[in-house]
């Protein structure tokens, strides 16, 4: 592509939108490539064109923003590699590359892959994937299906998909309860984020509300069948149970899609937390390690979709400070609130 950009961005969900706009604030010019063929990342994904109850409310004004501020918006672009100034990537059977002078990484996060025997039987898929097709095209699962892992988002595609008919035969959740009380050094944080609070207890009311069995505390998990899926084996209060399903969706959190910012040089540290390896930092938003490059959003750590888009407009900033295209009045003044919110 000719011509040089001021920033490129990765990625086109909540942090890398988010990026964008800022940084046409700025009056920056700004390319945001993207694998997908539309915006919203993971977590907004099809927000152009799907029900708005199924995104966070300030996902809509989010895409709006970006679609209007001027971005070059290059989708179906999978970036493989970094060439200088370059970034270079591959559509639509072809390659190419685009020149800018930093680049802004929100590649997000993935689902951790959850192994138990049985787990490479087709009709095994993640929860992930059931959420991206019902919120990519509508489509559901038809047949009998079970939802199996641990995290949020396990419980939140099941309220999903019951909202639109699609009721799981079952909900089977992993977390071990000395995980729970190892947790409850945190509560007073969480306390402290009301909203938060509310839709993690609000994710738990509704699946109990739904009539949806649940099983809490679950371990054991086995999918058994010949050519494909066919029951889901667990145990649960010390009881052997056998659930028959044809479609089970596993999930065991997300972690940080870091493999880009690696590859470009960058660091990363393990989380003995959370078992995960983390993006390192320079201390602001510059990626550990690489020059002009910035990184957002859970390809960082994982903190969610709103913490993402704070994340955003931050590295926007800090990569327009470091790059000479905004004065350090501007740069302290506009980080201060987000610093703050973030925190």
């Not at 270079?88 to 892959?113: H, N, Q, W, Y």
């Not at 058994?224 to 056998?242: Q, Y």
């Not at 995960?276 to 979709?305: F, H, Q």
């Not at 709103?306 to 590295?315: C, E, F, K, V």
């Amino acid at each position: 592509m000719s011509g040089v950009f001021d920033i490129a961005i990765v990625g086109a969900g909540p942090a890398g939108m988010a990026a964008a706009v800022e940084a046409r604030a700025l009056g920056l010019s700004v390319a945001v490539l993207d694998d997908q063929p539309t915006i919203g990342g993971q977590i907004l994904r099809g927000i152009t064109r799907s029900k708005p109850e199924f995104y966070e409310a300030w996902g809509g004004p989010l895409a709006e923003r970006f679609l209007s501020s001027g971005v070059t918006h290059i989708a179906g672009a999978a970036v493989w590699a970094r060439d200088g100034n370059e970034l270079c990537f591959s559509r639509r059977g072809a390659t190419d590359k685009v020149k800018a002078r930093g680049f802004i990484l929100a590649t997000g996060s993935m689902e951790r892959p959850m192994m138990v025997p049985g787990h490479t039987l087709p009709g095994v898929v993640t929860a992930g994937a059931l959420q991206s097709l019902m919120k990519g095209s509508g489509a559901v699962p038809a047949g009998r299906f079970v939802l199996a892992g641990n995290g949020p988002l396990l419980l939140l595609c099941a309220l999903q998909l019951i909202e639109t008919g699609a009721r799981p035969a079952a909900i089977i959740e992993t977390t071990p309860a000395s995980r729970l009380f190892r947790a409850l050094p945190l509560a007073p944080g969480l306390a402290r984020d009301l909203p938060l609070l509310r839709k993690g207890l609000g994710l738990m009311v509704g699946i109990r509300r739904s009539g949806v069995p649940f099983f809490a505390g679950a371990s054991g998990l086995r999918i058994a069948g010949e050519e494909c899926a066919e029951a889901i084996h667990f145990t649960h209060r010390g009881r052997a149970r056998i659930i028959p399903a044809s479609l089970i969706a596993l999930h065991d959190g997300v972690v940080p899609n870091d493999n880009l910012a690696v590859s470009m040089g960058g660091k990363t540290a393990w989380n003995q937390a959370l078992s995960c390896y983390e993006t390192e930092t320079d201390g602001t938003s510059g990626l550990a390690g690489a020059k002009d490059i910035w990184v957002a959003g859970d390809s960082v750590a994982i903190a969610g979709g709103y913490q993402a888009m704070l994340s955003g407009r931050l590295a926007a900033l800090d990569a327009a400070h470091a790059l000479g295209l905004c004065d350090g009045e501007h740069h302290a003044s506009a980080s201060a609130p987000l610093l703050a919110e973030r925190k």
